[in-house]
């Protein structure tokens, strides 16, 4: 099969800077993402993951390959499942369109079967949701890292004159 992508976006009542700040806690991604067990930020640019999908347990690293403040943050696999992705923060007025895009390998039965199903796109569907409930409860961003990264290699952003 070939490889699987999913797409999904959703409004967040809050402005970019909050909503790009939320995004890269990645620690935090367990509350409002479904599949995901654990992140554990390792540096700036690598995290390592252990997602349960399916009942199929899978743990990997991935590198933020580039991240621009507000803008948005892509990522590749290291090993384990091979994956890309991107986030993107868009503004809206005073809310932000926040825009997922992945695209992976399914790699047994379960993920092929829910690949071909659509289950992938309505799971990141889900977790944008959470992700806008989890953010507009708390009303702020648990944190946030301002740092840029091109080509997987941390930047040191342009002081504003």
Do not use: C
Request: aromatic share 8%; charged share 25%.
């Amino acid at each position: 099969m070939s490889a699987s992508t999913m797409n999904a976006e959703i409004e967040v009542d809050a402005p970019v800077s909050v909503a790009y700040d939320q995004w890269t806690q990645f620690e935090d991604f367990p509350h409002f993402m479904g599949a995901v067990k654990s992140v554990t930020q390792l540096d700036d640019t690598r995290t390592h993951w252990v997602t349960s999908i399916g009942g199929v347990e899978r743990e990997f690293d991935a590198t933020i390959t580039d991240q621009v403040p507000n803008e948005h943050i892509a990522w590749a696999s290291d090993d384990g499942t091979s994956h890309v992705g991107e986030v993107s923060f868009t503004s809206a007025g005073d809310a932000t369109l926040v825009t997922l895009r992945m695209t992976w390998q399914p790699e047994n039965l379960i993920e092929k079967a829910g690949a071909a199903l659509g289950l992938d796109e309505r799971q990141a569907e889900s977790d944008l949701k959470n992700f806008k409930k989890f953010l507009e409860e708390r009303g702020a961003a648990t944190g946030g890292w301002r740092g840029e990264v091109h080509g997987g290699t941390t930047a040191t952003p342009t002081p504003e004159i």
